[in-house]
């Protein structure tokens, strides 16, 4: 049974740094699947923004964060994780890890996706 438990998050002043870590169980890093990460702010819709496929150890990443979030991976741990620095009020959102199978599309879209973290809370205050 896949499960993704979400850790991490919480709340900084702008220009902080916070880190959320995704734990997969039911599949090992030695399988090849992709890691998508998305946001929802309050009254928004839940928007992808980065992938990471374990496989091969790649990422991507929006446009408008490159620069201040990174994805990376801890094999030991079975973990991806998302770190953001330079925080702005604006990335204030819950956020959430996904899984597929079947590798990384290249639009980050939540019908891609088969399993879920439960989400973590990021706030950022000005």
């Known amino acids: 049974q896949v499960q993704l438990v979400q850790s991490g998050g919480g709340s900084v002043e702008a220009g902080g740094s916070l880190s959320v870590s995704c734990a997969v169980s039911?599949?090992?890093?030695?399988?090849?699947?992709?890691i998508g990460w998305f946001r929802q702010a309050p009254g928004k819709e839940r928007e992808g923004f980065a992938t990471?496929?374990?496989?091969?150890?790649?990422?991507s990443m929006a446009d408008s964060l490159k620069g201040r979030f990174a994805i990376s991976q801890d094999k030991a741990k079975n973990t991806v994780n998302l770190q953001m620095d330079k925080l702005i009020p604006g990335d204030s959102a819950m956020y959430y890890c996904?899984?597929?199978?079947?590798?990384?599309?290249?639009?980050?879209?939540?019908?891609?996706?088969?399993?879920w973290g439960q989400g973590t809370q990021v706030t950022v205050s000005s």
């Open positions: 996904a899984l597929e199978r079947l590798g990384c599309p290249r639009v980050v879209r939540v019908r891609d996706f088969d399993y």
């Open positions: 039911g599949y090992t890093f030695s399988s090849y699947f992709c």
């Open positions: 990471f496929y374990t496989g091969r150890n790649e990422s």
